[in-house]
């Protein structure tokens, strides 16, 4: 019987870690990416000059900057929307007024007001992990939704527009 | 018309996978049945190869009606990655591992140094049990055959990251290694059947092993150079699960080589040798699971489809859970006690099999240890390097210990203690080596020390045995000294490494280590698939052109690091962001000197060199035999 007993211990190991991974496959996933904290949350306030207090949500946070090539991708997309109605308020990321009004005299300014976040603490603050990254902000204040990267198709635009205006 | 061949050679082959698993694993013994078994195995070789190659011909040809070559590839990629492409995504490679499965079985059909054959005719039945697991799971649930109604002008693309030499090699290897193991498995299985696990057996299973090892040793190293030098990782480990699942059979499999010595040598150890070889191909599969389900978060994982994960945790479950059943089952009747004497080889032997398990059962907890938190809902956390350096680090003093004193152990007793006197001198120059390196602290001072005595242990054994030097001397000597040399490397890389962050304006010069660089500015360039700026960096006469590069069809950015590679030291520049407030073309630049990193890949490939010696000396002892 004990002797037995030591060989069927692999099994019974295998069998609890087979357990253990059916579990997680029945478990709901986040297709591996773990999606802002922020998410639910009000919108923090923000270290930049100059707030604009009378734009009321919901909107969309925009992070972009004139050396950045997505971003440039991204632009008449943003065009797109504020023409659509989508009220977007732009953080120049590490960039100089300078270069930010001649990228947005070159390419239209779809921004209803821009900040400049020179030191990126905006940024962290946020989380971002690059440049574009956008977040929408629902009528009560609440993010709902962040981009990571350009807006590049319409499904993604839509779907992102739809949860701020949830 | 090309790609059909292959989609309906790959559907025959899961009727010749049936055949192979019935005729092998038929309960009465019989020559026809071992003949269609045999013939089976390499009609679904060839009926594979056919598959195979009708997916490269629709990748080369970037036929964008079949749906995975959309995907995945795009007809501006250069030819070496529409080939490589095949297997840089969940479809492809899974082919890829089908036909390396295929390999194997076909190995074992023909290898004239299997002399039993029942032995022979279980193991292909086992071997194509798996084949028709794996190859129903691809049919079913990742066909790279589909096709669209609607082919596109152009491709998605291949993720720019794998758009590197080191995709056209690093996962073939590391499949024929993962894959390797399923012939020791069925080997294994088939000996739990027959009932005869002797050192006959070990001698048979050897080459397997050898082949297996050496291939994921070799695939192991080619990743970790991977994403040292291409991907700009700055490192060449970095305890992701899914580099732990690939150095999970290697542990078992490096403590199977070593049981398989005592086996072969005093026909002891069997059960233990048995489930070694089971465990070795599950970590393989446990491996694959992890890659293919998408349960754990790994910068390896394919795209994920919790189909596909159920799919392989059911093809886990029925092979796994079969063979350790059958473990359960047969392996009580394989007896072998033996009390060995506390100062032998084999006893040598049975501490470092314990060593390594133990080693692969921390990496084996810390990798699912996430999981099990979540699973019981107590956190959502990962562990890292901290808790692998604290665990396995520690572990790796008293193995190599071990590896510089066991070699030089006789078998079953010492007659006359005459190896006391060559390990004494091996400890001196341990000690004196580094007295005089002027190592610091307790860790490193003895990591490096046991490092300097296994390499002298194992130099001083190739000296006394100088007259007539084995293959098998050689595998051993050469393997213990390349993971010592390895050590070094690592020792070097950690306790040197010189890392230098700054922003610099066109024309600036600064100093790192020995090295006066200047900094000559940013261009933009252009390559066929990407747009990229580009860094010039002056080194004396020398130019260093660090890259970030832009791939539009797939909308990623990819780093490309400048590095310069001398014998003792490599220098590593990485091109960061532009950063405006120095300057209108102020760029941050990340200059890393890496020392003794070539010690390291030195290492890494006389341990792979060792595993050839082995494979010769494995195949040299049969045709004696």
Same mark, same amino acid.
């Given at each position: 019987?004990?002797?037995? +007993?030591?060989?069927l211990l ?17 478990a ?12 639910g ?10 707030w ?12 972009f ?10 632009h008449p997309? *943003? ?11 732009g953080?120049?990321y ?12 070159a390419? !239209? ?5 821009? *900040? ?14 690059g ?9 009560? !204040?609440?993010?709902?939704?962040r981009?990571? !990267?350009? +807006? ?7 779907? +992102? ?6 | ?41 390499m ?13 490269e011909?629709?990748y080369?040809? #970037? ?21 490589a492409?095949?297997w840089?995504?969940?479809?492809g ?8 499965? =295929?390999v194997f ?6 290898l ?6 029942l ?22 649930t ?9 082919p ?5 693309s ?19 290694g993962?894959?390797?193991?399923s012939? &020791? ?7 739990? $059947?027959?009932?005869? &696990? ?5 001698r ?8 297996a090892?050496l291939?994921l040793?070799?695939g192991i190293? @080619? ?35 070593h ?10 150890l069997?059960?233990? =040798?048995?489930?070694?070889a089971?465990v ?15 349960v $754990?978060? #790994? ?7 919790p ?6 945790l ?5 092979y ?17 006690? /033996?009390l060995f004497?506390?100062?032998s ?12 398990? =133990? @080693? ?43 590896m510089?004193?066991?070699? @030089? ?7 006359r203690? $005459? ?30 020390g ?15 045995? /100088? ?13 213990h000294?390349?993971?010592g040399?390895? &050590? ?13 962050? /700054? ?21 933009d ?27 539009p ?7 490309? #690091?400048?590095?310069? $590679? ?20 102020a ?8 020392p ?12 792979v060199?060792?595993?050839?010696? @082995? ?5 040299? /002892?049969?045709?004696?035999?």
């Amino acid at each position: 019987m004990k002797k037995s +007993f030591i060989t069927l211990l692999p099994l019974l190991v295998f069998v609890l870690l087979a357990l253990l991974f059916a579990d997680r496959l029945a478990a709901p996933r986040m297709n591996g990416a773990i999606d802002s904290p922020l998410i639910g949350k009000p919108m923090p306030e923000l270290p930049l000059a100059g707030w604009p207090k009378d734009i009321k949500p919901p909107y969309i946070i925009n992070l972009f900057a004139s050396w950045c090539a997505p971003c440039a991708i991204e632009h008449p997309n *943003l065009i797109a929307m504020q023409k659509a109605g989508v009220t977007i308020i732009g953080i120049a990321y590490k960039d100089t007024q300078a270069n930010i009004k001649k990228y947005l005299k070159a390419g !239209g300014n779809p921004y209803k007001a821009v *900040l400049y976040d020179d030191k990126g603490e905006a940024a962290i603050l946020l989380g971002i992990t690059g440049v574009p990254e956008s977040f929408a902000v629902d009528a009560q !204040g609440i993010v709902r939704a962040r981009q990571q !990267g350009p +807006f590049a198709d319409a499904d993604t635009i839509n779907d +992102f527009v739809r949860e701020m205006r949830k | 018309m090309i790609v059909e061949i292959g989609h309906f050679a790959f559907i025959l082959a899961l009727a010749a996978a049936i055949i192979q698993a019935v005729s092998g694993l038929m309960p009465r013994d019989s020559l026809a049945a071992s003949a269609i078994a045999a013939r089976a195995s390499m009609a679904l070789l060839g009926l594979i190869m056919l598959a195979f190659a009708g997916l490269e011909y629709a990748y080369i040809t #970037s036929d964008f009606s079949v749906l995975n070559v959309i995907m995945n590839s795009h007809s501006l990629k250069p030819l070496v990655y529409k080939i490589a492409g095949v297997w840089g995504n969940h479809e492809g490679s899974m082919l890829l591992w089908i036909l390396m499965l =295929t390999v194997f079985g076909a190995l074992i059909a023909t290898l004239p140094t299997i002399d039993d054959p029942l032995l022979r005719r279980r193991a292909l039945g086992v071997q194509g049990l798996l084949a028709t697991g794996f190859i129903a799971f691809s049919l079913f649930t990742s066909n790279p055959f589909l096709r669209t109604d609607m082919p596109p002008l152009d491709g998605n693309s291949l993720n720019p990251v794998l758009q590197d030499l080191g995709l056209a090699f690093h996962p073939p290897t590391l499949y024929l290694g993962y894959v390797g193991f399923s012939s &020791v498995f069925s080997l294994a299985a088939a000996a739990l $059947l027959t009932g005869q &696990v002797d050192n006959n057996w070990a001698r048979i299973v050897k080459p397997f092993v050898a082949l297996a090892w050496l291939s994921l040793s070799a695939g192991i190293a @080619m990743g970790s150079k991977w994403a040292y030098y291409e991907l700009g990782w700055g490192g060449w480990w970095f305890w992701d699960p899914v580099e732990n699942a690939s150095l999970l059979p290697w542990l078992t499999g490096t403590a199977l080589l070593h049981s398989l010595l005592v086996l072969e040598a005093r026909g002891a150890l069997k059960r233990w =040798t048995i489930l070694l070889a089971v465990v070795s191909f599950s970590l393989s599969l446990l491996g694959t699971f992890l890659v293919r389900s998408g349960v $754990l978060s #790994s910068v390896h994982a394919f795209a994920v489809d919790p189909l596909r994960g159920t799919f392989i945790l059911m093809l886990l479950s029925v092979y796994c859970g079969g063979a350790f059943s059958l473990y359960a089952l047969r392996a009580p009747m394989l007896k072998t006690i /033996r009390l060995f004497t506390p100062v032998s080889r084999e006893s040598g032997i049975v501490v470092n099999n314990m060593i390594l398990v =133990t @080693m692969a059962a921390t990496v084996l907890t810390g990798t699912l240890y996430p999981l099990l938190m979540d699973a019981l809902g107590l956190a959502q956390l990962s562990v890292g390097a901290p808790y692998y350096n604290a665990t396995v680090v520690m572990m790796a003093i008293p193995l190599f210990i071990l590896m510089g004193a066991g070699p @030089m152990l006789p078998w079953k007793r010492p007659g006359r203690w $005459l190896f006391v006197r060559p390990l004494g001198l091996c400890a001196v120059i341990a000690i004196a080596a580094t007295l005089i390196s002027g190592i610091k602290g307790a860790l490193p001072m003895v990591g490096f020390g046991t490092a300097v005595w296994v390499m002298a242990s194992s130099l001083s054994i190739l000296w006394v045995a /100088r007259k007539n030097i084995t293959l098998k001397t050689l595998a051993m000597s050469l393997g213990h000294f390349g993971l010592g040399l390895a &050590v070094i490397g690592m020792m070097g890389t950690m306790l040197w490494k010189t890392e230098d962050i /700054r922003v610099l304006n066109p024309g600036d010069t600064y100093t790192v280590g020995r090295y006066d660089l200047r900094f000559d500015g940013v261009r933009d360039v252009f390559g066929p698939n990407y747009g990229a700026s580009e860094a010039t960096i002056t080194l004396g006469a020398e130019t260093l052109h660090p890259q970030k590069r832009w791939y539009p069809v797939s909308e990623s950015e990819t780093t490309e #690091s400048a590095i310069r $590679l001398t014998a003792l030291d490599d220098l590593y520049i990485v091109l960061g962001e532009r950063d405006l407030k120095f300057g209108p073309d102020a760029w941050v630049i990340r200059t890393t000197i890496h020392p003794f990193v070539s010690t390291l890949w030195a290492g890494f490939s006389l341990v792979v060199l060792s595993g050839l010696c @082995m494979l010769g000396y494995s195949f040299k /002892r049969k045709r004696a035999a």
